[in-house]
T-cell receptor, first 113, second 114 residues
Framework: QQQVKQSPQSLIVQKGGISIINCAYE??????FPWYQQFPGKGPALLIA?????SEKKEGRFTISFNKSAKQFSLHIMDSQPGDSATYFC????????????FGKGTKLTVNP | ETGVTQSPTHLIKTRGQQVTLRCSSQ?????VSWYQQALGQGPQFIFQYYREEENGRGNFPPRFSGLQFPNYSSELNVNALELDDSALYLC?????????????FGPGTRLTVL
């Protein structure tokens, strides 16, 4: 039973383009939605997170858009750079914070120079 | 670097054996969580320890057990290893109790079960 569905599985973007990764969830008790970035051989690192009281959060080139009624949230990476090439995971928690996270299956992003 | 370290980096075991993985939390962090990440999948929550007590468990059998020590370092023990236990095991530490915004992951231990 996959509680957080992530798409696409892989994404190729040109340098300077916009990368968009989507996630959908079913459990309405989720109240914390982070995105993690993982490079090969490393553990995941928190990129940006949002709570359901706001519809959008922006940090630098990274933006989370959140649609509570549709139970969907997405990550937008503006001006994508080759250094952004990594695997991105969306996640969700019912604990109001970063504990007991339920992760999506991941999106492998490749940004071509 | 996050300051969370894990040992060993890689480990090869055979089916039926037991294994202990170790995690050293970032300084001052009192909460540690363990996750299993199968190849090509997202991490799956195993359990969390807060101030040396288990504070929640995911859908993993009892042969997965853990400890947190007074210095907040932690161990994950897996008994009666199965082939499907082959995965990257991640620990993550955080400060200020379980409802914190930020937790830091270690680089993981790659376990291969033959």
């Amino acid at each position: 039973q996959q509680q957080v569905k992530q798409s696409p599985q892989s994404l190729i973007v040109q340098k300077g383009g916009i990368s968009i990764i989507n996630c959908a969830y079913e459990n309405t008790a989720f109240d914390y939605f982070p995105w993690y970035q993982q490079f090969p051989g490393k553990g995941p690192a928190l990129l940006i997170a949002i709570r359901p009281d706001v519809s959008e959060k922006k940090e630098g080139r990274f933006t989370i858009s959140f649609n509570k009624s549709a139970k969907q949230f997405s990550l937008h990476i503006m001006d994508s750079q080759p250094g952004d090439s990594a695997t991105y995971f969306c996640a969700a928690s019912t604990q109001g914070g970063s504990e007991k996270l339920v992760f999506g299956k991941g999106t492998k992003l490749t940004v071509n120079p | 670097e996050t300051g969370v370290t894990q040992s060993p980096t890689h480990l090869i075991k055979t089916r039926g054996q037991q294994v202990t993985l170790r995690c050293s939390s970032q300084s001052g962090h009192n909460t540690v969580s363990w996750y299993q990440q199968a190849l090509g999948q997202g991490p799956q929550f195993i359990f969390q320890y807060y101030r040396e007590e288990e504070n929640g468990r995911g859908n993993f059998p009892p042969r997965f057990s853990g400890l947190q020590f007074p210095n907040y370092s932690s161990e994950l023990n897996v008994n009666a290893l199965e082939l499907d236990d082959s995965a990257l095991y991640l620990c993550a530490s955080s400060f200020g109790g379980p409802r914190t915004d930020t937790q830091y992951f270690g680089p993981g231990t790659r376990l291969t079960v033959l």
